[in-house]
Every structure is written in structure tokens, then in C-alpha cells.
């Protein structure tokens, strides 16, 4: 899975087979209608890209050959104990035997020396303990004896089959040298290992997309903090340390995943460049190389997209030149997006409630406020040059409205007020008109009334584009 940013560009194109890309295309606009305050309308789900199937039925035959064919060199191997490398004096009975039958055809020697030979091979005989075979061999949780019948069996042979498009003996070299690897940097037990507190912020998992891919973000720009670049890559044991980290955080996000036909069983990974240290910096080139190699070559298919924001020009001269070496299918997977396209690129794959408030939307850390269970978010989209209002009504007294707003690319005045029910009140400014620059974050507010009414909430688009306004709201009433 492809996963860091500043390097792999740099990658060879025979590497990234399995990271995958398109340069973002502006996803249609809404059709503008008249807001039903009423009934809201409802942030639909994307469904602009997927993954191939992993059910069987939905394979061509040359790929469920393909794969019927890998089990059995799989089965094989682990039955033969030939799955992974041997250790001198470890031969599996069948070496043993045919080192046996090339023996005998050796010319017969003098008495003496035959009778030597012959207490040698009684002894060898002797002496070789029986062979066991390991039929529980497992992958990310998932037993690997086709035989077993294992339920997401197929689905792991299928990801190393489609990084090597679905040439056979590829496919098992790369799952052997895999799973030698883990053995060698012991990636089963790194879950236990306390590593690297203090760069959590460098990389972590946050959220799902509209498919229910795991996201996790690489976020560069912290290491502008010369204290912590140094904690991190200052020396080779430290950029060690953060290889193991990276592996760990793959491995955690891997926990979310589920190997059954249909189930999600790759995660989107969002590459944030904003402030991250070009490629003068030669400790993390060394770094997050090394990191994008062993992801690439040992979590197959583990990415379903990669999308690079706040792009600067530097990486798309890099990887204006990378492009004509990757294949189409690796070009499919990468979406690239300049600082005023962020949050409408981030949009089209994850729901603006699980969009952090530092990309535009609507998700705060440790939010005690709004959670799943308070329902979705509503979006308005209203021409240039008009105006439209939200109306969050507050019937009983006492109450505290909440709310959230957020409108893509702002520009806009924008104002809050309580009108009270009884037209003799006075209408209350919460927050007087103001012009809402492209800079602006999400809006969170609240008002607490003392009369009946309602919290009206204005936007005057006075530009020449239409707008989307995402927002949420939620009434809490006073429990005295």
C-alpha cells in the first residue's frame, strides 16, 4: 500500500503497482432548487469509484484460474514445508530423498570406505528427527491452508494475484518473500511494542470514507518542528524506530478491516504536503523510501486511494515526470489537489462529517457535542447572487440550540440571529453580519432562549458562482 508522500514519486513504476490514480475532475454540481426547510436535503453518498469484486462469481475465468492455481502451489508448499527458507540441516524429507537416490548412483567404493559410509547413513538415518508440518500458518489473522477452506483466504490470494497481475508464480514469490519478511521483522508481535508516542501526529487513522474504507493521514508539515524532525530521522536507530511506528500503524489499521467477499479490505490514505519538507531533506528521503518500499512490496492492494492535498508545484513537476512509467491501473489510484481544491476533492470520497474542521468539514476531536447517533448532515445549494436562510426552531424555553455550518469555498456575508415567536419581542443578533473569507473554517454555535422562537441563520451569496452550504443542528432542553 502505498502510503508516504515526499518519496513516492520516486518509487520505480514496477513498485507501485500497487498504489494506484487520477488527477481530480470537479464532481458535477447539484441542481439548484428551493430549500424545503422542512425536509432538508440529505448529503448523498459517492459511489464514483470501487474496487474490483472479490466474490468468486465476479471473477473472469482467467482469474479464477489463476487463483484456483495459486492455492494449490500455496497447498504445496506449506504441506511439502517449503514456504519458507531453509536453515542448514532442516531439508524436508523429499530433498532428503532425492539426496538419498543421487547418492546411490555414485560408484560403489572399497570395503572399508562403503562400511564407513554405510555407519554414516545408519547414523544420519538415526539422527533426523521427524518432520513436522505447520498447517496453521496465517496471514492478518486469516489461516493460509487453502484446504482449511478459511473464509477470506481467497480474498488475500486475490490481492497478491492483482499486484502482479495475476501471473501466478509472481504472486507466490511475493507471498513468500512476504511472509519471510514478517517473520524477520517480527510484524506479528509489533502491535505490543510501545513505539513512537511522540510522532503520533505524524501519521494516524481518522474516520471512514462513503465506502467504509479506514482513513489514515500522513500529515508532513509538523516536521517543520526542527526538535521533533530530529527525534524522529536525527539518526539511523531513530529512523529505524519510525519504520517500525509506520509498519504498527499499518498493522492497526489493518485490525479495521474485513477479508470476507464484500467486506472493506483496504483503507483510503490522504497525503497532507502543506508545509512538508521538500526533497533537499535527505534524512526523511532515507526514511519514508525505505517505508514505501516495505508497504508496496508486503500489504498488497492495501490502498484503495491515495489523494494528495495541498499540493505544490514542486510535486507535480515530480510527478509529471513519474506518469509516463506507471501503469494505468496504478494512475487510477492517486488523486492530487491544490490548497483551494481540498476541501471539494476530499468531498467526493468521505462525508463532510468525517472531514476534519482543518479540511472544511464538520469533525472535531473529541467532539461532546454532535455524534452519529444526532443523524446526518443537510446540504442547501443556492445560486449566485441570492440568499438563503436556515431555520433551527426553538419552541420551549430554556432550550440550547447547537450548530454546525460550513460553506465550501465561504465568500459569502454571513449572519445569526433569534426571532422570537411574539412579534412585539425584540429580534436578537447572536452574530452580526460579517463577510466570510475562502480561509474561513466551519462555524460552531449556540444560543440558549428565553422565549419562544427560532434561530435563523442567513447566507447572501453576492458572488457569480453557486454555493453549498453543509450544516447540522441539535436542540438541548433544559432537564430543571
Not at 424545503?36 to 440529505?42: I, Y
Not at 529505524?240 to 483503507?267: A, D, H, Y
Not at 492535498?309 to 492530487?336: D, E
Request: contains cysteine.
Amino acid at each position: 500500500m502505498t502510503v508516504e508522500s515526499v518519496d513516492a514519486v520516486e518509487v520505480k513504476a514496477e513498485e507501485t503497482q500497487m498504489t494506484e490514480v487520477s488527477v481530480s475532475v470537479p464532481e458535477e454540481e447539484k441542481t439548484v432548487g428551493k430549500v424545503d426547510e422542512a425536509a432538508p436535503k440529505t448529503v448523498e453518498k459517492s459511489s464514483s469509484y470501487r474496487e474490483e469484486s472479490n466474490f468468486l462469481s465476479d471473477l473472469k475465468d482467467n482469474e479464477n484460474k489463476a487463483l484456483i492455481e495459486l492455492r494449490s502451489k500455496l497447498e504445496e508448499a506449506i504441506l511439502g514445508n517449503n514456504l519458507f527458507k531453509k536453515e542448514a540441516g532442516t531439508e524436508s524429507k523429499e530433498e532428503q530423498r532425492a539426496a538419498a537416490e543421487e547418492k546411490e548412483k555414485e560408484p560403489e567404493a572399497t570395503d572399508g570406505t562403503a562400511q564407513e559410509g554405510e555407519d554414516k547413513q545408519s547414523s544420519n538415518d538415526v539422527e533426523q528427527p521427524e518432520e513436522v508440518v505447520d498447517r496453521d500458518i496465517t496471514l492478518w489473522g486469516v489461516p493460509l491452508l487453502p484446504s482449511k477452506c478459511a473464509e477470506g483466504n481467497d480474498v488475500i490470494l486475490l490481492k497478491f494475484l492483482r499486484a502482479r497481475e495475476f501471473k501466478v508464480n509472481e504472486a507466490f514469490e511475493m507471498l513468500k518473500k512476504t511472509l519471510e519478511w514478517r517473520k524477520e521483522f517480527k510484524t506479528d508481535s509489533i502491535l505490543e511494542e510501545e513505539l513512537g508516542q511522540d510522532i503520533s501526529s505524524v501519521a494516524y487513522m481518522n474516520g471512514v470514507d462513503r465506502e467504509g474504507h479506514a482513513i489514515c493521514y500522513n500529515i508532513y508539515g509538523v516536521l517543520e518542528n526542527e526538535e521533533l524532525y530530529q527525534k524522529t530521522f536525527g539518526t539511523e536507530e531513530k529512523r529505524n524506530q519510525f519504520l517500525r511506528w509506520r509498519i504498527q500503524l499499518m498493522e492497526k489499521g489493518i485490525q479495521n478491516l474485513n477479508f470476507k467477499p464484500g467486506g472493506v479490505t483496504s483503507l483510503l490514505q490522504i497525503t497532507d504536503l502543506n508545509n512538508s519538507p521538500g526533497p533537499s531533506k535527505k534524512e526523511i528521503r532515507i526514511a519514508t523510501k525505505q517505508a514505501v518500499s516495505l508497504l508496496q512490496d508486503n500489504y498488497p492492494e492495501f490502498v484503495a486511494r491515495n489523494i494528495f492535498i495541498n499540493v505544490p508545484f514542486w510535486y507535480y513537476a515530480m510527478n509529471a515526470l513519474l506518469s509516463p512509467f506507471l501503469t494505468q491501473r496504478t494512475k487510477s489510484k492517486f488523486v492530487f489537489a491544490r490548497p483551494s481544491k481540498v476541501t471539494e476533492t476530499l468531498l467526493k470520497y468521505i462525508s463532510v462529517e468525517e472531514i476534519p474542521v482543518q479540511y472544511g468539514g464538520l469533525k472535531r476531536e473529541e467532539d461532546t457535542e454532535f455524534s452519529v447517533e444526532d443523524g446526518g448532515v443537510s446540504e442547501i445549494v443556492f445560486k449566485a447572487g441570492s440568499t438563503t436562510t436556515i431555520e433551527i426552531p426553538a419552541p420551549e424555553v430554556g432550550s440550547t440550540l447547537v450548530w454546525d455550518l460550513t460553506v465550501m469555498g465561504w465568500e459569502v456575508n454571513y449572519k445569526e440571529e433569534f426571532v422570537p415567536a411574539d412579534e412585539g419581542s425584540y429580534t436578537i443578533i447572536i452574530q452580526k453580519g460579517k463577510k466570510m473569507g475562502s480561509q474561513e473554517g466551519p462555524v460552531r454555535n449556540s444560543f440558549r432562549n428565553n422565549e419562544p422562537g427560532k434561530v435563523v441563520l442567513t447566507i447572501e451569496n453576492s458572488g457569480s458562482k453557486k454555493k453549498r452550504v453543509f450544516y447540522r443542528y441539535k436542540t438541548k432542553n433544559c432537564s430543571k
